[in-house]
Nanobody, 124 residues
C-alpha cells in the first residue's frame, strides 16, 4: 500500500524558517514526480513546488519562488520542503503528493497519491 507521511509542520513567526518532510513507501520512486501542495481555509488546493525524480528538475509557484526549496533523498525515500522567510499568507495544510508522470504538473487531479497533510501556521 502506498503511503506518504508528512511531518514537521508547526507554528512559526513571520520571517522564520521551517522544514517539512514527506516519507514515501509502497511505490517505485523512479518515474514519480513528487510535489507539495497547500490548502488554506476557504481556498482551493494550491500547487507549491515539485521535483521530477527523473532528471531532478524543479518548479516553484510564483508565490514561493526564492523562499522555498524542494529537495529529495532517494536513499531515504524522502522529499523535503525548506521554507524560509515565511509569511502569514503561507499558513495552510501542506500536502505531499506523487504523480506518475515524469513531467512536472501543477494540477492536483494529476497526482495519484497524497499524504495526510501537516499544518503550517505563520503568525504575524
Amino acid at each position: 500500500q502506498v503511503q506518504l507521511v508528512e511531518s514537521g509542520g508547526r507554528l512559526v513567526q513571520a520571517g522564520g524558517s521551517l522544514r517539512v518532510s514527506c516519507a514515501a513507501s509502497g511505490l517505485t520512486f523512479s518515474g514519480y514526480t513528487m510535489g507539495w501542495f497547500r490548502q488554506a481555509p476557504g481556498k482551493e488546493r494550491e500547487f507549491v513546488t515539485a521535483v521530477s525524480w527523473i532528471g531532478g528538475k524543479t518548479y516553484y509557484a510564483d508565490s514561493v519562488k526564492g523562499r522555498f526549496t524542494i529537495s529529495r533523498d532517494n536513499a531515504k525515500n524522502t522529499v523535503y520542503l525548506q521554507m524560509n522567510s515565511l509569511k502569514p499568507e503561507d499558513t495552510a495544510v501542506y500536502y505531499c503528493a506523487a504523480d506518475a508522470d515524469s513531467l512536472i504538473r501543477t494540477t492536483p487531479a494529476n497526482y495519484a497519491y497524497w499524504g495526510q497533510g501537516t499544518q503550517v501556521s505563520v503568525s504575524s
